[in-house]
């Protein structure tokens, strides 16, 4: 233990005298070099959205995974409890940094730098009007020498552009480092973990094109210059443009289509007092729609109605069925309805919608005299019937 104290202070000895002396990294960049970077997007086509965003060393495999409003996060905290509709979460298995290790609970590691990359892609995530579905973003890190939670920015943003999520703009991120000794000061751009380990501040800086959407700072010494703070900002800024303009390269805008496995929403809007004709009695009709159609469907109290299904020939069955349910019973209107009952010498009583009857009178069955309604009409009959009268009360 002893023997690696020692070594420690060797290396971080030689580390930094090479970068304040010769100006030269471990790796043997520069100052403000950023390492080589590749960008790959739908590297797993099963997934709604996927991305690979590789920074020398360090490597980030993130999905993105479309639901529905029932998928949203429950946050139950010391605040009153509420939904969450965006997450990122972050994982950083021991392989990555080539140990070994169990996989349990989530580390504070893990939280923490999962809620810096969440932030950082916040601003730009569309509100539920524009864009209904609940996301989920996943990164899992492959392989880690320093900023993984700033590749995590990177690809994030990237598989969000995969997935079709209408953002405004591409996010990237940086991780700036820091050598100060005496007089001496050297400020770096893309740290690895080395550098971050042996150096004097882990300074990570997100943001777009325009400006910055979130940072982070860790330091071990007492504070910084406004000299140094602008320089690290420079070279933050610089760096992230370069890296942002790989990713444009490769895609500089979203998907126009999702993709086929990801849920396709509807949502319509129905008068508040013909819920309860949807929900039906003891939720029996909204429980037949679902199991009919195999579509998903969440009502709101304003009378928002949100159908999610996999196919969009479900969603449309779900949405004819509902549709049925609340469309009003117009004069002239002509509908097909299947008879429920006969009554002899009154007429049929006919389904023209969901819990909805109209009476056929038997004068109206046939241009002639109908004697038994039962000669001409059975239960189960479906027929055109034409609408001519509604009185007040809603019979028809």
């Known amino acids: 233990k002893m023997l690696g104290g020692v070594v420690k202070k060797i290396e971080a000895r030689e580390m930094r005298e090479m970068i304040l002396g010769e100006g030269r990294r471990l790796d043997g960049r520069s100052t403000t070099q950023i390492r080589p970077i590749t960008v790959e997007t739908g590297v797993l086509p099963r997934t709604h959205g996927s991305a690979l965003f590789t920074r020398g ?14 998928d949203q996060q429950l946050i139950d905290g010391l605040l009153p409890t509420y939904d969450i509709r965006y997450m990122l979460h972050y994982n950083f298995p021991p392989f990555s940094t080539g140990e070994t290790g169990r996989f349990g609970f989530t580390s504070r590691r ?7 990359a969440e932030r950082s892609l916040k601003h730009f995530i569309p509100d539920e009007l524009e864009f209904p579905y609940t996301i989920r973003v996943v990164s899992d890190i492959l392989e880690s020498n320093g900023s993984s939670s700033m590749a995590t920015v990177c690809a994030g943003s990237l598989a969000l552009f995969h997935a079709g999520v209408p953002m405004k703009k591409a996010v990237a991120g940086i991780a700036m480092g820091l050598i100060m000794e005496d007089n001496r000061v050297a400020v770096l751009s893309d740290i690895l973990g080395d550098e ?14 325009e400006g910055i959407t979130a940072c982070q700072m860790d330091i ?48 319509i809007q129905i008068p508040v007092e013909s819920i309860g004709a949807v929900i039906g009695p003891g939720g029996e009709m909204i429980r037949s729609i679902v199991k009919e159609t195999g579509a998903e469907i969440n009502i709101e ?15 449309d069955a779900a949405l004819a069925r509902i549709r049925d349910i609340t469309r009003p019973i117009e004069l002239d209107s002509i509908i097909k309805g299947r008879v429920k009952e006969i009554r002899e010498g009154l007429g049929a009583f006919v389904e023209l919608k969901p819990k909805k009857e109209g009476l056929l009178h038997v004068s109206q069955i046939d241009h002639r005299r109908v004697e038994n309604v039962s000669d001409v009409l059975k239960v189960g009959d479906i027929i055109e019937v034409k609408v001519i009268e509604v009185q007040p009360d809603g019979k028809v």
């Open 220 to 267: 071990k010494i007492e504070g910084l210059s406004v000299d140094i703070m602008r320089t690290a900002l420079q070279q933050a800024r610089d760096g992230r443009l370069h890296i942002l303009g790989i990713m444009n390269a490769h895609m500089d805008k979203p998907n126009t289509d999702l993709s086929p496995y990801a849920p396709k929403l509807t949502t």
């Open 196 to 209: 971050d380990f042996l150096g004097d501040m882990d300074f990570k800086v997100t943001g777009t094109f």
């Open 110 to 116: 893990e939280t923490g730098h999962g809620d810096l």
């Open 57 to 70: 060393e360090t490597q980030s495999l993130t999905t993105i995974t479309l639901g529905t409003k029932k």
């Open 301 to 315: 109290d304003d009378g928002t109605i949100t159908i999610a299904a996999i196919d969009q020939a479900s969603a």
